[in-house]
């Protein structure tokens, strides 16, 4: 089992950034990626982006040229950084860990953060 522990979200306005961070603990294997999600109040969680283990990563459509994924092998630790952000990126993000290679669909994760709150005003 792995946890994650997620930070970083807060109150920002619009066109101002943040860093996402989450630290990864407990055991991975070849093969694992760990991603970023997001829930809206009534929505159901859609992805983010995704880093692979051999560093391949993934974004959305909507937040390519804005948001970036990365990661630090030292630390455990897995970064969202948002730039650029609007109303609509509201929601509280999730970090989550899988493995395979449905990396873009909550079914693809085994483990969970417990969330972290985002909120962009206009």
């Known amino acids: 089992q792995v946890q994650l522990v997620e930070s970083g979200g807060g109150s920002v306005q619009a066109g101002g950034s943040l860093r996402l961070s989450c630290v990864v603990s407990g055991r991975t294997f070849s093969g694992y990626y760990t991603g970023w999600f997001r829930q809206a109040p009534g929505n159901e969680r859609e992805f983010v982006a995704a880093?692979?283990?051999?560093?391949?990563?993934y974004h959305t459509d909507v937040v390519k040229g804005r948001f970036t994924i990365s990661r630090d092998n030292a630390k455990n630790t897995v970064y969202l950084q948002m730039n650029s952000l609007k109303p609509e990126d509201t929601a509280v993000y999730y970090c989550?860990?899988?493995?395979?290679?449905?990396?873009?669909?909550?079914?693809?994760?085994?483990?969970w953060g417990q969330g972290t709150q985002v909120t962009v005003s206009s």
């Open positions: 880093i692979r283990w051999n560093g391949g990563t």
């Open positions: 989550g860990a899988g493995y395979g290679s449905d990396w873009s669909r909550p079914l693809g994760y085994l483990d």
